[in-house]
């Protein structure tokens, strides 16, 4: 699944791991996910997040976080796993993505993805923060749309996650791939390290 991400997609796992391990967190979870949608989009990293999250801005999401979970006291290090929420939110990217006819995942449907995970800290910090989350919803379906156009940064592999397989297969399947992503993102902050 990670090879259909864009380059903009993939940033956003990498920030959101960023996010974690700013609030000394152990796990990545959808409110970790919303962070760093906002900041990418903050950041001028994706002009499409920048519109699409214009309000609230990334301060009062973060500070709408730390409220409902507080910084830790562990500082971690090496692999930080994914909650359950944030696999079903890049599973559900996925989904996305095909319904939406794209070859690719964009920084887009991973907001939608995050969008039908109504058990995850990023949902509860948008209610929180009174954003309507059906225009919300809308506007990124509306850009999700308008990207499929524009060629994804990365080649898709011609497969796909299984059709209607067994859910605990599909479950390993996943958990497999976000290895890889974390391999990745491991890979990705060495080189920004090299790069500073």
Do not use: C
């Amino acid at each position: 699944m990670f090879e259909r991400f864009t380059d903009s997609a993939r940033n956003i796992v990498v920030l959101a791991q960023d996010e974690a391990r700013g609030l000394r967190h152990g796990w990545i979870g959808t409110e970790h996910l919303l962070l760093a949608l906002f900041r990418s989009g903050a950041d001028g990293h994706d002009p499409v997040l920048a519109e699409l999250l214009a309000e609230p801005s990334i301060e009062q999401v973060r500070a709408e976080v730390v409220d409902a979970t507080p910084a830790g006291s562990d500082d971690p290090s090496g692999h930080i796993p994914f909650t359950t929420p944030a696999k079903l939110v890049l599973e559900r990217s996925l989904r996305e993505s095909q319904r939406l006819a794209s070859e690719h995942i964009s920084a887009a449907h991973l907001l939608l993805g995050l969008l039908t995970v109504t058990e995850g800290g990023g949902v509860r910090a948008l209610i929180a923060l009174k954003v309507d989350l059906t225009a919300l919803r809308e506007r990124a379906e509306e850009l999700a749309s308008a990207e499929q156009t524009a060629v994804p940064a990365h080649r898709p592999r011609a497969t796909r996650l299984g059709g209607r397989g067994e859910l605990p297969a599909r479950m390993e399947l996943l958990e497999e791939q976000v290895k890889q992503l974390a391999a990745e993102v491991a890979r990705l902050r060495a080189k920004l390290d090299d790069a500073s």
